[in-house]
């Protein structure tokens, strides 16, 4: 199969630095609850100049069983917005107004050395929460060109974080000997499993809510790399200002024998994108994934 860019990789990137410094700045000039109203003229004017978007965010809910007009795509659009102006919230710690319910979270409690594995669903960034109040490091892998941005916006907004931004980049085994020693300190790694980084990254199509769908092995090869146990994590948004954070084990220590490495993967991609589908059924509106994400032609064909 031809090597393409990752759909959501040729929308423009709207999750950078500038913007959570001006989510910041609107969140506390103007206090959540009015932010909340612009947000609702937000998602209309997105969802009526950007039709691809609308068109995924109407895919996904119709798989999901939900209603997918027009304004289900709005009210989809501005629970986004939502969640990503909270992200503020989660980043420099002001929580009040929110109301954070667990679910799981010895898990984190007695998680020393881990990779917790999350999506674009609902809230990554609350994980945060619970590595603050365990007393945890977070390393969180991001995209090479947004490491050092977020690392240096965290330590301003938020200097007594306990977050680090790590960009991995197979041409630079630093940041790989950087996790290791992460864990090897007990600390935790944090990474998104349901999107391609790059048109190099290796994918496996495995079933997705009725249909299948493209997941990098990439998180799974750094899980077996690092030997340690991956716990898998999301927190889900409710209005008005409930986040219901989840965290379960994924596996004890996943394991990719040589002679059978590509049906370990695929495995591993598969019950992934299981538990995810579990998840995205509860609150399907906390899907934030607005591009084509199902295989055109729904083959099951593994590229390497």
């Not at 667990?102 to 594995?117: D, F, T």
């Not at 299948?212 to 990439?218: C, D, I, K, L, S």
């Amino acid at each position: 199969m031809e090597a393409t860019v990752p759909a959501w990789k040729q929308q423009p990137e709207r999750g950078n630095a500038f913007v959570l410094r001006l989510l910041v700045r609107l969140d506390r000039a103007l206090g959540r609850r009015l932010v909340g109203w612009i947000l609702w003229w937000v998602a209309f004017y997105y969802a009526a100049v950007v039709p691809s978007a609308r068109q995924a965010s109407g895919d996904f809910l119709a798989r999901a069983g939900c209603r997918a007009g027009f304004f289900d795509t709005v009210r989809h659009f501005r629970t986004f917005a939502r969640v990503a102006l909270d992200r503020a919230r989660f980043a420099t710690g002001r929580l009040e107004g929110l109301v954070i319910t667990r679910e799981g979270h010895e898990h984190i409690a007695s998680a020393r050395g881990a990779l917790v594995v999350g999506a674009h669903l609902g809230s990554f960034e609350a994980l945060q929460t619970l590595s603050h109040q365990h007393g945890l490091r977070l390393n969180v892998v991001v995209d090479l060109r947004n490491a050092r941005q977020l690392s240096a916006v965290m330590a301003e907004l938020a200097p007594e974080a306990r977050v680090r931004f790590v960009s991995v980049d197979e041409h630079e085994p630093t940041s790989v000997l950087q996790l290791t020693e992460a864990i090897a300190d007990g600390e935790l790694v944090a990474l998104l499993a349901d999107r391609l980084t790059a048109a190099s990254d290796r994918s496996i199509a495995v079933p997705f809510f009725g249909a299948m769908a493209r997941f990098p092995t990439g998180p799974f090869v750094m899980a077996h790399a690092l030997g340690c146990p991956v716990l898998f994590a999301c927190a889900l948004y409710r209005e008005p200002n409930q986040y219901h954070l989840v965290c379960e084990p994924f596996s004890e220590r996943l394991v990719l024998p040589r002679a059978t490495r590509a049906e370990a993967l695929e495995g591993a991609c598969a019950r992934f994108a299981a538990t995810l589908e579990r998840f995205a059924r509860i609150a399907p509106d906390n899907w934030f994934n607005f591009f084509p994400f199902w295989e055109p032609h729904h083959d099951d064909v593994t590229r390497r």
